[in-house]
């Protein structure tokens, strides 16, 4: 059975959790872990947070599972009800000051899959640091998007479904959120060179 | 574990709540209302959008030749029908923002989704304004609405600003040679002068009672030089109405 699970494609199981709800087990095993890490990245709640987040975004996955159709993949449905829940908790819960969201290690890799090219010049910990700062307080519009490009490695047709914007728009905030971090990267003397 | 007890609570949450998927018709119903909103929305931006075209079209578009373009749109502007206008925008916003609800509305690009839809707006406008859809709504806003809905060549309020401009309406009282008198909507007699190279229409038979509008300019007081005398009939959209001459 479990072998035949892993098997499965995403739409099998969501037709498995219309025969019997016990098998939403299944789909949120394979994507908790996922969408755990988006929510921490793009907002700041603790990990204790992201897993209630997370809790809602499945029920939401349920009862609304006769709206999923197959022209979505069920990837993207998920990612996509998952970043509502998440901005809806934010809004809830108003302001609050970022602890978490993008760590070192993420920051190092949409440094290097965005090509903002500045990576090979952050040398040390302290800088890399500063880094992290300044990508962290750039606004949810420009963060959501650089973290499902470059951590989640969507497609732009993907990220399109999943923040609800055109493609043109998605491309653009991408553009100008690369295009504010390397400004004040370089305002705070990021750069070994220059 | 902690993922476990999370996943599991769902799963217990689901049970215990008796929580059940929305139905599949349900979920069509949602997306088929935001299309029908889409829908109506466009239609009665549309139809608005066509009872500003009678308005527009009160001026004829000949007379451009006369008025020349300044004069002409000065007309137009103190003719245009605002509060038509800005419903034709509310409804075209309301048509933006249900299509946006649709299932997939967010997927097109904004300045195009516009352009597409006032062409839409201005295409079928045209046609209402050719299938006189939007003269019931002109009469009932006459009728029943606000001073605001009813600006237009014909508004007493507006009449000095349209001689000014060269354009008198009014009803022939009189007939001399080479000249006729005539009481337009505050009952003040002008005189209007034409000579040969007034353009008359064919309709025009100068019996008294007619119904004119003269294109020329004001030459003194109560004196007008005609370039153009057409009868009001000849207007398709006039709505200059009899009982407010007499």
Redesign the interface.
Known sequence: MKIEIDKSSDEDLVKMVLENPDNLKFLMDRYWQKLFWFVRRISYFSAEDAEDILQDVFLKVYKNINSFDDSYKFSTWVFQITRNTTIDAIRKNGSHPREVGIEQGDLKLILAESGIGIEQQIINKEKLAEAEKILNSLPLKYREVMVLKFLEEKSYEEMMDIVKKPKGTVASLLNRGKAIFLEKAKKQGLFLKN | M??KD??????V???KDE??????W??RLVNWSFWLATTVAVVLSSVFFSVILINLFEIPIETIHHLQWGRYLRLIFEIFPFVWFILVVVSLVLSLVAFNKTKYG?????ILLVSGFLTIIFASGFVFHGLKINKPLREFSENRMPRAFKKGPFDKTQNAIFIEEGLLGGEIIEKGENKIFIKNLVDEKWQVDFDDETKIKRNVKFDLGDQVIVVGEKRGKFLFQAFVIKNIENCPNSRMPKASLR
């Open positions: 902690i993922k999370k996943i599991k609570g769902v799963l949450k689901i049970k929580i059940k998927p929305i139905s599949k349900h979920c967010y997927r097109y690009n904004f």
